[in-house]
């Protein structure tokens, strides 16, 4: 009985420990989408009126990657609001 409640623990631990790596990394694509916002603003400012290529794709890479990455982070929360088993 205490094997399996230590066993239980270990994998509770563990899905926790992936839970917070995924919300770090979508933390992460934010930024970038945040850094690509305010490159595009500096160069707006001096005067630049298309956005580069390279910076539309990567803001754009990034967004999509932080909205997977928000779900797969909400996933379990919700599936425990709708009352599924934990």
């Known amino acids: 009985m205490a094997d399996t409640m230590a066993t239980a ?3 509770a631990a563990a899905a926790e ?3 917070a790596e995924l919300s770090l ?3 992460y694509a934010l ?3 945040g850094l690509c916002t305010a490159t595009w603003w500096e160069l707006r400012s001096r005067g630049r009126v298309s956005t580069p290529r390279g910076l539309v794709i990567a803001a754009r890479g990034a967004l ?3 909205v997977i990455l928000g779900v797969l982070t909400s996933l379990p929360h919700i599936s ?3 009352g599924a088993p934990s």
């Open 9 to 11: 623990g270990r994998l």
């Open 17 to 19: 420990s992936e839970h």
């Open 25 to 27: 990394r979508a933390g």
């Open 31 to 33: 930024l970038v989408v």
């Open 64 to 66: 999509v990657v932080a």
């Open 80 to 82: 425990r609001a709708l």
